[in-house]
């Protein structure tokens, strides 16, 4: 497991940008797939983007292909996702979370970081 730290969440209005990260303490990301998952009020946790650390391939959920896009600093050791035209609905937690490439299952969850979107 890798601990993890996450930043950028805020309140912004309808069309507005904002930009997580999701910082790994006491070791690097290397081997390590990283995503970031939502939970809405009442609502499931669900899928928002993922990408492996080391040959850098990215997904995204359908709704927010276009409009986000996550990426890797090998400098900072962090992942960001950098959130345009956001909408209300994009409203939730944000988490950050880890798994090695080859366990299917995420087993490292950050505290989460509040995003909320006005109209």
């Known amino acids: 497991q890798v601990q993890l730290v996450e930043s950028g969440g805020g309140l912004v209005q309808t069309g507005d940008s904002l930009r997580l990260s999701c910082a790994a303490s006491?070791?690097?990301?290397?081997?390590?797939?990283v995503g970031w998952f939502r939970q809405a009020p009442g609502k499931e946790r669900e899928f928002v983007s993922r990408i492996i650390w080391s040959g850098g391939d990215t997904r995204y959920a359908d709704s927010v292909k276009g409009r986000f896009t996550i990426s890797r600093d090998f400098a900072k050791n962090t992942v960001s996702l950098q959130m345009n035209s956001l909408k209300p609905e994009d409203t939730a937690v944000y988490y950050c979370?880890?798994?090695?490439?080859?366990?299917?299952?995420?087993?490292?969850w950050g505290q989460g970081t509040q995003v909320t979107v006005s109209t």
């Open positions: 979370a880890a798994r090695p490439v080859a366990v299917g299952r995420y087993d490292s």
């Open positions: 006491g070791r690097t990301f290397s081997g390590f797939v």
